[in-house]
T-cell receptor, first 112, second 118 residues
Framework: SQKIEQNSEALNIQEGKTATLTCNYT??????LQWYRQDPGRGPVFLLL?????KEKRKERLKVTFDTTLKQSLFHITASQPADSATYLC???????????FGTGTRLTVIP | GAVVSQHPSRVICKSGTSVKIECRSL??????MFWYRQFPKKSLMLMAT?????????EQGVEKDKFLINHASLTLSTLTVTSAHPEDSSFYIC??????????????FGPGTRLTVL
């Protein structure tokens, strides 16, 4: 069965450091993969989409990589700030599928 | 742009009653909306896909008679939890896909509805 795993349930880092979150998937061949941010008691907010033919995507302090051989995506936040504290979800999307399935999420805490 | 609203944001009801949750796309049209359920510190679990003008498609294990979905227009989908029980207490989130941008398949999420069944 299809499975989406995010490396750790929780990650604490010091302000200013780079946070790296991992998304691994099995029994999937996604056409693209999306990353979302979710704050407590709120719906997820779309951050970035990376396609299978793209190795890397950047948006301000965010960087996403996509390795279809390793079946893995890495999500980086550089120069992290306390405001980056949230849960981050990955969602690989199979071609032709109508819906998204989300990973388990990683709760990031940036310590001032 | 791409704002999705949900109403109500919180609802407390007695066991056995029915609760309706609305999901609206405010500035775009959505032929497809999705309903998710989320338990504390868990990821989103897709319940059903709602298509405008047709019946919803439910995920395995989700009772369609328990969770009634109606998608009557391009901007509104409703989820009705019928005969609610305490185990239905959860955070319900809807999302919508912009029909004008089908290629990216980006979903825009509502703020969620916290349902508590006493």
């Amino acid at each position: 069965s299809q499975k989406i795993e995010q490396n750790s349930e929780a990650l604490n880092i010091q302000e200013g450091k780079t946070a790296t979150l991992t998304c691994n998937y099995t029994n999937y061949s996604p056409a693209y993969l999306q990353w979302y941010r979710q704050d407590p008691g709120r719906g997820p907010v779309f951050l970035l989409l990376i396609r299978e033919n793209e190795k890397e995507k950047r948006k301000e302090r965010l960087k996403v990589t996509f390795d279809t051989t390793l079946k893995q995506s890495l999500f980086h936040i550089t120069a992290s700030q306390p405001a980056d504290s949230a849960t981050y979800l990955c969602a690989p999307k199979s071609p032709g599928a109508n819906n998204l399935f989300f990973g388990t999420g990683t709760r990031l805490t940036v310590i001032p | 742009g791409a704002v999705v609203s949900q109403h109500p944001s919180r609802v407390i009801c007695k066991s056995g009653t029915s609760v309706k949750i609305e999901c609206r796309s405010l500035d775009f049209q959505a032929t497809t909306m999705f309903w998710y359920r989320q338990f504390p510190k868990k990821s989103l679990m897709l319940m059903a896909t709602s298509n405008e003008g047709s019946k919803a498609t439910y995920e395995q294990g989700v009772e369609k008679d328990k969770f009634l979905i109606n998608h009557a227009s391009l901007t509104l989908s409703t989820l009705t939890v019928t005969s609610a029980h305490p185990e239905d207490s959860s955070f319900y989130i809807c999302s919508a896909r912009d029909r004008a941008v089908p290629s990216t398949d980006t979903q825009y999420f509502g703020p969620g509805t916290r349902l508590t069944v006493l």
